[in-house]
């Protein structure tokens, strides 16, 4: 027991720091020279960690991405780098504590591409749980896990309804934008764009630009092959690599600034509502004790 104990906590440790502080990333983060509270937990003093805590009154995010191929003309962690960009500039409107960048998710669709980190289900799990447990010791009352990756969808729900099997003194909220119908927002020029496509490397023009290779984005397709033929109500592990065995969906070189612009203004915008719809979000935790004392002696649940 002791011994997987260190072996996560190594993980957490270890495989986070190399992507959580980019150069871009420091810019963007509040300077404590200019009199402002950073928002990166990683660039917190400890003194300024407790006065930050207090500033974000309880709330913290973590930016959650993924490592896996984007195509030919994305990097790796392409939803990694676009969901700390979206949450350190929300941040900044919406003040909020910012955990370094965690990719400990859901991503077996990928394990026959190079590059990808496909963790255990069990990993991902008791990781994520010793995760929000450590931000809660550290006075994470409120944490909003912000997804930034498809492949997440439905692991982050369920380690959220998962919180009700036993006691926690905090709340887990999870956060995952996909509104592609705003007013105004520029006409997209294809319909199959699921990963890498146009939108996505849209963003990524915006959030990492110097990353992005338009030049190979034809170098393999990212067409739908239509390998399966089942009923939509039909679920499978294996649809994803059945349509897209390129782990491409879409056609990247059609991506435009202005369409990147947009929606990373949009997507921002989204989330210091969220942000500070959870500050202000009284009834969670008084629910969730109640849920707690209730599930305790469940045969003295008024009927």
């Not at 495989?15 to 660039?43: I, N, R, V």
């Not at 974000?56 to 990097?75: N, S, T, Y």
Request: charge should be negative; include cysteine; proline fraction near 5%.
């Amino acid at each position: 027991m002791h011994s997987w104990k260190w072996m996560k906590i190594v993980l957490i440790g270890a495989l986070s720091a190399g992507l959580c502080a980019s150069a871009q990333e420091k810019t963007e983060s509040a300077s404590s020279d200019s009199g402002k509270l950073p928002t990166q937990w990683e660039d917190l003093t400890g003194p300024d960690f407790i006065k930050a805590i207090h500033q974000a009154q309880g709330v913290c995010l973590l930016p959650f991405g993924i490592l896996e191929k984007h195509g030919p003309h994305l990097p790796i962690g392409t939803d990694l780098i676009n969901a700390r960009w979206v949450v350190l500039h929300s941040a900044a409107e919406e003040y909020a504590v910012v955990f370094p960048a965690y990719y400990f998710g859901q991503i077996d669709e990928a394990r026959h591409q190079p590059g990808t980190m496909a963790y255990s289900r069990h990993i991902q799990l008791d990781l994520l749980q010793e995760t929000t447990d450590e931000m809660s010791r550290n006075g994470c009352r409120k944490i909003l896990i912000v997804n930034g990756h498809g492949g997440n969808l439905s692991l982050l729900p369920y380690f959220a309804q998962t919180e009700l099997q036993q006691r926690h003194d905090y709340v887990v909220y999870v956060y995952w934008w996909d509104n592609r119908n705003g007013p105004g927002r520029p006409k997209q020029q294809t319909t199959t764009d699921m990963h890498a496509g146009e939108s996505e490397t849209s963003h990524t023009l915006v959030t990492r630009p110097d990353l992005v290779h338009m030049d190979r984005a034809n170098e393999e397709s990212g067409a739908d092959l239509h390998r399966l033929h089942l009923p939509g109500d039909v679920y499978t592990g294996i649809w994803w690599y059945a349509r897209f065995p390129n782990h491409y969906s879409g056609d990247g070189s059609k991506a435009t600034l202005a369409l990147g612009e947009y929606d990373m203004k949009a997507w921002v915008a989204d989330l210091v509502t969220a942000i500070r719809a959870v500050k202000a979000d009284d009834e969670s935790l008084k629910l969730q004790n109640e849920f707690y004392n209730e599930a305790e002696h469940p045969l003295d649940t008024p009927q």
